[in-house]
């Protein structure tokens, strides 16, 4: 598992987060938000990500600020913060 409950993430995803808006009204690229809950019951893991001001359709955690998310979608807020680092 590459994240774990309590880890800020940055949400990456382009083309994930152009398909939310258009299914959704929500870009989510380049939002922060913290890991709240992780699903381990399917094929792939998912994780709750409760973002900082972008209102949601998923109801767990602070209402209307959450979504699921695959580990592919997410970097964590310190990784970035290395990548952007090293880039220079």
Excluded: A
């Excluded at 913290?34 to 949601?56: A, C, R, T």
């Amino acid at each position: 598992m590459k994240y774990k409950i309590e880890d800020w993430i940055v949400y990456t995803d382009k083309k994930w987060s152009n398909q939310r808006k258009k299914k959704r009204g929500i870009s989510l690229y380049g939002k922060i938000g913290k890991i709240i809950d992780i699903d381990y019951n399917n094929k792939y893991i998912y994780y709750l990500v409760e973002f900082i001001g972008s209102p949601s359709v998923i109801r767990k955690g602070k209402k209307g600020y959450c979504e699921w998310c695959e580990d592919k979608e997410i970097i964590s807020l310190d990784q970035l913060k290395l990548k952007k680092l090293l880039e220079g």
